[in-house]
C-alpha cells in the first residue's frame, strides 16, 4: 500500500475511544488489560458471566451488554467445539458476528485476534455486508513468557479491503511497515488520535495473514513431532536421546526440541487442523507428524503402565 494513502486516511479519521474486547479468557484479558493501560475506554464481553464478573471486579474491565456506541471490536473468543480443543469451530464467532451486524453502527472496525482457518475473516465481512471495516490481526501471545512475548510484541495484520487494512493498522499503530521516512515523521508527530503502539506488519491479504498464524503453529508442530519421532528412534537403539540432543544442539542452525506429554493444549493440534483443512491439496509431512504423535502418545502410555507394573 501507498504511503501517501496511509497518511491521508490517518488525517481523515475520527478517533478511535469506546474499544469491546470480545472475550476475556487467557488472551482477550490481558489485550483488555493492554487496551485500558493505552488509556482507551475499555469494555468487555465474555459469554461466560464467571469471566466478565472476574473481569470486571478484578481488573476494571467495564460490562457492556449492547454493541451501539463501540468503536473498535477486537474479538479474541475460542475458535475450537465445546468439548474437544483440537477440533476447529467458529460458530461462536458466527454468532457473534450477527449480533454485530445487528447492534453496531456502520463504518466501525471489527479485528479479529483469534486463530481461525483461511477464509473465515472475508466470510464474517460479507456477513457485516461490507459496513464495517475487518481486519485480521491473529496473536502470538505466549503465557509462558508474557514479559516479552505478550500483547505488545510485533504482528501480522491483513484486512479485507484497503480501507480495512489502512483502519487496523491507524488503530494498532504498526505504520512503520510500508512508509518512507518524512511520513513516519508525519505520523509519530501526529497527536491527534490514539493507538496501541503495537507494530504490525501487513500483508496485502487477508487470506495470508490467517494463513500466517496457522502455519506457525503447523510449523511447531513439525518440530515437535520430529522430537518425538526421534524419541522413540532412541528408544528403540538403546541410545540416550538426551546426549543425542545435546550433542546435535551444538550446531549453530539446528535446534531439536524435548518431547513431552503429547503435543497438547488448545492452539497447536488445533491451529495444524486448521491449516490441513484450509485446502483440498494437504501437507503430507504435517499428516505424518500427526500420526507420529498419536504412536508416541501410545509410546508414553504403554511406558507409564509398565513402570506402574513394575512398583507394584
Ligand atoms: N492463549 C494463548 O496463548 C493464545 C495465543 C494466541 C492465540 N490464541 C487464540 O486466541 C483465541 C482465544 O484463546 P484463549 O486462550 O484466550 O481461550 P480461552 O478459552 O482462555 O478464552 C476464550 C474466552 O472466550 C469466551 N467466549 C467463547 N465464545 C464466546 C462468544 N461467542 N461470545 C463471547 N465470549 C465467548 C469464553 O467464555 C472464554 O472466556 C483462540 O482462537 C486461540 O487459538 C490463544
Known amino acids: 500500500m501507498e504511503a501517501e ?10 478517533s478511535f475511544e469506546k474499544i469491546l ?11 483488555a488489560k493492554y487496551v485500558k493501560d493505552k488509556g482507551f475506554d475499555v469494555y468487555g464481553y465474555d459469554s ?9 471486579r478484578e481488573h476494571g474491565i467495564k460490562k457492556l451488554e449492547n454493541f451501539k456506541d463501540v468503536d473498535v471490536f477486537v474479538i479474541c473468543i475460542s475458535t475450537h467445539k465445546e468439548n474437544d480443543v483440537s477440533t ?33 475473516t472475508r466470510k464474517m465481512f460479507e456477513i457485516l455486508e461490507h459496513r464495517f471495516h475487518v481486519v485480521h490481526a491473529p496473536h502470538r501471545w505466549y503465557a509462558l ?6 500483547v505488545n510484541q510485533l504482528r501480522v495484520i491483513g484486512g479485507v479491503c484497503d480501507c480495512c487494512l489502512r483502519t487496523g493498522i491507524r488503530f494498532y499503530d504498526g505504520v512503520s511497515h510500508g512508509l518512507e521516512k518524512e511520513d513516519l515523521e508525519y505520523y509519530n508527530g501526529n497527536k491527534s488520535y490514539k493507538s496501541l503502539g503495537i507494530p504490525m506488519y501487513s500483508v496485502s491479504s487477508v487470506e495470508l495473514a490467517e494463513l500466517t498464524k496457522i502455519i506457525e503453529n503447523a510449523d511447531r508442530y513439525l518440530q515437535i513431532a520430529f522430537a518425538e519421532d526421534l524419541y522413540m528412534f532412541c528408544k528403540a537403539n538403546q541410545i540416550s536421546f538426551g546426549e543425542l540432543r545435546d550433542a546435535i544442539n551444538t550446531k549453530w542452525n539446528v535446534n531439536i526440541l524435548e518431547p513431552r506429554d503429547g503435543i497438547g493444549g488448545h492452539c497447536i493440534p488445533k491451529d495444524t487442523r486448521m491449516f490441513l483443512e484450509s485446502s483440498e491439496i494437504k501437507s503430507k509431512i504435517l499428516i505424518a507428524a500427526q500420526e507420529v504423535d498419536k504412536d508416541y502418545r501410545k509410546y508414553i502410555e504403554r511406558m507409564v503402565k509398565d513402570i506402574n507394573q513394575i512398583n507394584h
Open 48 to 56: 461466560n458471566p464467571l469471566v466478565m464478573d472476574n473481569a470486571e
Open 145 to 150: 513468557e508474557e514479559e516479552v512475548h505478550g
Open 88 to 120: 476447529p469451530q467458529v460458530d461462536g464467532l458466527l454468532a457473534l458476528i450477527r449480533k454485530i451486524s445487528k447492534e453496531a453502527t456502520n463504518g466501525k472496525l471489527v479485528s479479529i485476534e483469534s486463530t481461525i482457518p483461511r477464509g473465515t
Open 21 to 31: 474486547v470480545i472475550g476475556l479468557g487467557q488472551l482477550g484479558l490481558p489485550v
Open 5 to 14: 494513502n496511509i497518511i491521508n486516511h490517518m488525517k481523515d479519521e475520527s
